[in-house]
């Protein structure tokens, strides 16, 4: 069995601190799920503050952590809202968020479950990121998105633009149905 | 005053003051669910020459949302109004990053994060 990988996609095995969501995409529909996303993203963004403490007597402190906070709640929101959009509800894999916390990096892996249609077309609009500039891809993004009445994509751009983080994909043929896709954002601490 | 009450959120409108204020938590899900706000914002824009949207109370926005703050920026961009202000606060991470590039969707546009 053959995986599609993009970009640095890296599998931490040491004992680095991790936390790990799972949710069971058929079991809620997903206007009632949606708070939830934001519910974990502000948890996980909460719970890295204790490994970036503050010194009240250093703004620079203060500011870290706040940029931190910011950067892992909003990443961690997109990637949950994405997975529960674009999910193959009718298959019974989890959607999960893993969040690693190494000494350069923090790292956020999203697993989720799409059908075939779903993966090719992600793996198109990776295919056209992996080609263009980023900057000028997001700028034609926002133009676009104005005249279509869509958002599609923007969540990733942003995330690559504003917060200089690296993304990759792992895409690997479910057993069953579909593929597991799973998408790694990588930010710099 | 015209306004819209969400479980996380606020955003209001104040013709007299031509200014419109979002605050708390905006993670509505794709542009269908932000029609309301965009409504709101367009109203905005056909008050003055001179409008003002403030963001500085707004703790977070989703992609979707930035998505709509770019629509209506693109909107002000096609009437000609470049007398626009947007107000953000630097104590907000998301809009010391993402903001800049609505001034960029229209050079003219007032950034003002304070």
Request: with cysteine; aromatic share 6%.
């Given at each position: 069995?053959?995986?599609?990988?993009?970009?640095?996609?890296?599998?931490?095995?040491?004992?680095?601190?991790?936390?790990?969501?799972?949710?069971?995409?058929?079991?809620?529909?997903?206007?009632?799920?949606?708070?939830?996303?934001?519910?974990?993203?502000?948890?996980?963004?909460?719970?890295?503050?204790?490994?970036?403490?503050?010194?009240?007597?250093?703004?620079?402190?203060?500011?870290?952590?706040?940029e931190?906070?910011?950067?892992?709640?909003?990443?961690a929101?997109?990637?949950?809202?994405?997975?529960?959009?674009?999910?193959?509800?009718?298959?019974?894999?989890?959607?999960?968020?893993?969040?690693?916390?190494?000494?350069?990096?923090?790292?956020?892996?999203?697993?989720?479950?799409?059908?075939?249609?779903?993966?090719?077309?992600?793996?198109?609009f990776?295919?056209?990121?992996?080609?263009?500039?980023?900057?000028?891809?997001?700028?034609?993004?926002?133009?676009?998105?104005?005249?279509?009445?869509?958002?599609?994509?923007?969540?990733?751009?942003?995330?690559?633009n504003?917060?200089?983080?690296?993304l990759?994909?792992?895409?690997?043929?479910?057993?069953?149905?579909?593929?597991?896709?799973?998408?790694?954002?990588?930010?710099?601490? | 005053?015209?306004?819209?009450?969400?479980?996380?959120?606020?955003?209001?409108?104040?013709?007299?003051?031509?200014?419109?204020?979002?605050?708390?938590?905006?993670?509505?899900?794709?542009?269908?669910?932000?029609?309301?706000?965009?409504?709101?914002?367009?109203?905005?824009?056909?008050?003055?020459?001179?409008?003002?949207?403030?963001?500085?109370?707004?703790?977070?926005?989703?992609?979707?949302?930035?998505?709509?703050?770019?629509?209506?920026?693109?909107?002000?961009?096609?009437?000609?109004?470049?007398?626009?202000?947007?107000v953000?606060?630097?104590?907000?991470?998301?809009?010391?990053?993402?903001?800049?590039?609505?001034?960029?969707?229209?050079?003219?546009?007032?950034?003002?994060?304070?």
């Amino acid at each position: 069995m053959t995986c599609d990988i993009h970009g640095q996609f890296v599998d931490v095995h040491d004992g680095s601190e991790r936390l790990i969501l799972s949710f069971a995409p058929g079991l809620l529909p997903l206007q009632q799920r949606w708070r939830n996303n934001g519910l974990s993203a502000d948890f996980m963004g909460d719970y890295v503050t204790a490994f970036f403490p503050r010194d009240d007597a250093d703004p620079t402190t203060i500011q870290r952590q706040e940029e931190i906070k910011g950067a892992v709640s909003y990443i961690a929101n997109e990637l949950l809202e994405n997975a529960m959009k674009y999910n193959d509800n009718a298959s019974a894999e989890l959607i999960k968020i893993e969040l690693i916390l190494t000494a350069e990096r923090i790292i956020l892996t999203l697993s989720n479950h799409l059908s075939d249609e779903q993966a090719s077309a992600f793996v198109r609009f990776i295919h056209r990121l992996e080609q263009s500039d980023a900057d000028t891809m997001y700028m034609e993004q926002l133009e676009a998105n104005a005249m279509t009445g869509s958002s599609s994509g923007l969540g990733l751009l942003t995330m690559i633009n504003d917060y200089n983080a690296a993304l990759a994909w792992r895409f690997s043929p479910n057993t069953r149905r579909g593929v597991d896709a799973q998408t790694q954002v990588t930010l710099a601490v | 005053m015209n306004g819209i009450e969400g479980e996380n959120y606020a955003v209001n409108l104040d013709p007299t003051a031509a200014t419109l204020s979002m605050s708390g938590t905006l993670r509505l899900n794709g542009l269908d669910e932000y029609a309301p706000v965009s409504k709101l914002l367009s109203e905005l824009l056909t008050l003055t020459e001179s409008p003002t949207l403030d963001l500085s109370k707004l703790g977070f926005l989703n992609s979707s949302g930035i998505a709509v703050l770019s629509r209506f920026v693109i909107e002000a961009r096609t009437k000609g109004i470049d007398n626009l202000r947007i107000v953000g606060a630097q104590s907000v991470p998301w809009q010391t990053k993402s903001l800049r590039n609505l001034q960029r969707l229209m050079p003219a546009l007032q950034l003002d994060i304070q």
